[in-house]
């Protein structure tokens, strides 16, 4: 195993997940015979030839492509990003940087001295390694402008030779000379993209004697295509042997991964023959066998192992010796040895969400991934099941079924619920959906009021936006009980409670703790979830709780500031234990033996660890001590705790990114198990930590502060320049213009008969402006318009109808005519034809505002307002004139404006016009739910009693908002307002600063909580006794570093502090 220091460890006894290799890339792992390595996200994982780790080695920016060992145990990557480096793999050390392209590298081969690569343009660069060292540049070519996929080079008695493999389905074979490179020929037979090309070694048996007998060994080259062949070529004389089919499927369960994913396979030649892999994931060897006529057939012999690959295979790696690795979609790396599956190396594809223990089997890990799985994992028999039917989305928290083994629960990032019965393989879904996010799952009691459940046992979920489920397993079904309306109705709760957000039952089912996202912690007590008590030490969201049920020897707590320790209960009886952790970065821990009912809310817990930089994710106790409790934080590392001490123990900081869950071991009293964002799941050793304490500074923090600058918009208002001929841009202004007058010309009259010209600038705002050179509105009359601009012969024919109808009697008709053409110019009724046939094409067009006006011309309002309500394209000019239309048909027209007012989200405006038609409680309903409380709470003082419930409403949620956002002072008012004084205290009490727990106890005495007065001012006093304390080492700091400058000031005056000074007389 290995930390980020770059320090080998190989123990055997530590099992972990590992990051699983990336797909879809052929070039992804390679072996020098001493290591294998392959690129696993941004990194490159080093293993031994057991698949043990090494080493992880990160340095690229991008993920990583193409990975090929050079001479000793020199290491050539490459990524994404187009970035070619070197380490050296014994030390995990970048030596240098080869390439730096916005080209993805696609394959890496070094062969004799010299580096091949190529990358997604079609460009191959060449290094000599010699020349490498002396400080020489590459050669680039460019046989073709297509992506390369695969490369690989060939020693041929003859020379060298590379085989580039095109997405196209094309094969080059290129003639190396030193850094030069010449095409040869092509190979051409494939329709589809080549995965693979692989050249025969000229130390490699013959085995294919019977179709190869008049070739060199080191002539042959294997390729493998999308189009599902696998083909034997002579690569010196452009001559294809033979075309193969994909080696068989061995398992008929896995013919449906090839119907619904794009198919690939791999090749490659080692010293026992052709080994290739099929759409399916199964791994075969070509052999050419003799039949009883005689005649030499080439087929394919599967490795036959009840632990192969479940979905395609990406690269086959040859170590020597008919030993081979494989990587695959089903993340797990194979070492394979004659065609038997010699052991399997698991890795992750997402982020280790949560961990969770097995009670009934605790060899047996459940792993919830962001890969969309559920991971089995028995870490000593290096045995792992993927549960991924039903799951569909990342998986973020798991949690064994207390009493039945082999049943798991998990929650996905969707909200969705499901149980799995590892033993029978059946999976089951919650049919009650969460809205967010499920971060806790808790096995415990159903109360009778859920519903007759004859094991009183269900899953308790508890989703993003707040709400407990309770969910039946054997009704997973129905609609499962909202376990936060409950406890509301059981309490009688006076006011809205904050959000849910973490949720943990006692193993007795005796009692369920509930946490919240003000950093409030409630116990509620079974059968009947009556609130027992209230824990108020957190000030920020509650991320886990954890109980623990100490059997051994008690924990007493000792603290610097509480002199007595804290009471224990009798020796035989369980400590019961409550373990908190919270985005406050805090570690609480409480005794509950001796709990009694108490609605006062608990200030301080018996045990407060401190020391962490970032949000805390996950707690857990030591099953084996409970004087131990671990602890994974944002800031990479997971931590031990002594809680008796309050000190820490043991401080991990292997992982290279955020903790996220923690597990200690039930098996091995020194092992933990620890999962993060790296794709890792990792065991460790409390002991072997050199560091105690979390680091003082959080190492996965940001170096700089993200830029929150906008973008300046391109059409920004700028400030001109009122010259004598010109006005020229000087600067940009948000609200106004600044312009100068011109500074006088020769042709302007002398200074001295006029006034001085004043230097100040001219302030012009920018509405003035635009309306000077503003342009005429769009057109209401465009037909008559475009009619206005026709051809002679049409001009003619209007102005002969116009003529006829002003000036004679008799009638003249063109039918060719229509009111658009003579509109204008002729009868009313034909300007009234003209606006009717204007009007509807406003309205086939969408211009609805501007048909409204020529409704309002032609005096037809009714029908302009009902086609307005209809097409939902009231505004206020039509509202202005719909009261003429009867009161009726105005309130229909402002519930329509309302409503559109309310689609675009102009709350305040809508509202307003509510109010219009006196629907206040509708307006002030419409304004609570859009959360703009305070234009709801002004509206509601003004308008409604000031004892109705609208207005403690209002109250109360703009209250909950603001605590949820930390804006506690604005919460206090709200609760205050409401009536709620003790909800008010309970925020108060969320600070613990002398200040503000002073103004608490103001507050308190105000409105005669005695009830919470002792709790206050014991908190108070401690608050100040803290304060003491910290000014005191402060000031001891000051006078030691006053001190010390005396010292210094007196040795450069050359004073030693050995010398005696003689005394000063009396009056001197």
Known sequence: ?????????????????????????????????????????????????????VRMLSSHPKRVTAVCFAEGNVLVSGCDGGVVMTWCVETGVVLS???????????????????????????????????????????????????????????????????????????????????????????????????????????????????????????????????????????????????????????????????????????????????????????????????????????????DSPHGHSKKVFTICDLGNSQVVTTSMDRETILWREGECAKVAH??????????????????????????????????????????????????????????????????????????????????????????????????????????????????????????????????????????SYLAAENNYKHQPPARTAVDWEFNSKLLAVGSSNGVIEIFKAPNLQLLTVFQYHTRIINKLRWGRNEGDKVIFKSSTIEENVECPPSDQPQLLLGSCSDDNMICVQDLSSITPSTTPILKSDQTLKGHTARLTDIDWNPHNFKYIVSSCYDGTAQVWDIEQGVGVSSFRGHAGRVFSVRWSHTKIDCVFSGSDEFTVRQWKVSENTEKNPPKVNPLAPTHKPNNNRKKKKNAKKNVVISENKVEVVSVSDKALTWRKPAPSSTTPDPADEPAMKSEPMTVSVSDVKRKRGTKGKSLLPLASRRDHCSKSEQAHQILQIANDIFTDQPYCDDSLTAADIGLYSSRSKTFELVAEERRSHSTENHH?????????????????DHAIQTKTVTESLLSVAVTCGM????????????????????????????????????IAMLVAEECFREALAIAKMRLSPDDEVIKNIYEKWAGKQEREMQFDSAIKCYLASGDARRAIMVMLRRKDVASLETTLKVAEIVKEEEMLPAIRAALEEARLSEENSAHVVSGEIEVSNNNRDVENGDKCGLSGSVEQPALQNGS
């Open 347 to 484: 890795g992750l594809g997402g982020f280790a969400y949560g961990l969770d223990i097995s009670p009934l089997s605790p060899n047996r890990i459940a792993v919830a991934t962001g890969d969309n799985m559920v991971r089995i994992w028995e870490p000593y028999q290096n045995k792992v099941i993927q549960v991924w039917q039903s799951v569909r989305t990342k998986v973020m928290v798991v949690a064994w079924h207390p009493y039945k083994e082999g049943v798991v629960s998990f929650g996905t990032e969707e909200g969705r619920i499901g149980i799995y019965d590892v033993n029978s393989g059946n999976m089951n879904t919650s049919s009650t959906y969460h809205e967010k996010p499920v971060y806790s799952m808790s096995w415990g009691y159903v109360p009778t009021k859920f519903g007759e459940d004859p094991l009183k046992t269900g899953l308790y979920s508890c989703g993003g936006e707040g709400i407990i489920f309770c969910h039946k397993p054997k009704e997973l079904g129905k609609t499962a009980p909202n376990v936060n």
């Open 888 to 923: 009726d048909k105005y309130r229909e027209a402002v519930k329509c404006f309302v409503a559109q007012l309310t689609a675009s989200r102009d709350f305040v405006t809508a509202a307003s016009y509510l109010l219009i038609l006196g629907e206040t409680k509708q307006a």
């Open 1 to 53: 195993m290995l930390g980020t220091d770059g320090t080998s460890v190989e123990d055997t006894d530590l099992q972990c997940l590992y990051t699983a290799p990336n797909w879809y890339q052929s070039h992804v792992m390679d072996s020098n015979g001493t290591y294998i390595a392959y690129g696993a996200r941004n990194m490159v994982q080093i293993l031994s030839l057991e698949l043990v780790p």
């Open 849 to 865: 505002h501007q048909a409204a006006l020529l409704g309002i011309w032609s005096s037809d309002i009714r029908a302009t307002i």
């Open 97 to 303: 940087t080869l390439l730096q392209t916005p080209i993805c590298v696609a394959a890496l081969v070094f062969k004799s001295g010299q580096l091949f690569s190529g990358d997604e343009k079609g460009i191959v660069c060449v290094w000599d390694w010699e020349e490498l060292r002396k400080g020489k540049t590459f050669s680039r070519f460019q046989p073709f402008s297509e992506k390369i996929i695969t490369m690989d080079c060939s020693d041929h008695a003859d020379g060298r030779f590379l085989a580039l493999g095109y997405k196209m389905g094309t094969i080059a074979i290129m003639s190396v000379k030193g850094t030069e490179m010449t095409l040869m020929h092509t190979l051409k037979g494939h329709d589809m993209d080549i995965f693979r090309v692989s050249w025969c070694k000229n130390n490699f048996p013959n085995i294919y004697s019977s179709i190869t007998t008049d070739l060199p060994i080191e002539n042959l080259v294997v390729s493998t295509s999308r189009d599902k062949s696998i083909k034997l070529w002579d690569g010196f004389s452009n001559r294809l042997i033979r075309s193969l089919p994909y080696p068989p499927k061995l398992s008929s369960g896995r013919e449906s991964n090839l119907n619904r994913e794009q198919p690939w396979s791999s090749v490659t030649w080692t010293d026992a023959g052709i080994v290739a892999s099929s759409a399916t994931g199964d791994i075969a060897r070509l052999e050419e066998l003799t039949t009883e006529e005689g005649i030499s057939e080439l087929k394919w012999k599967s490795f």
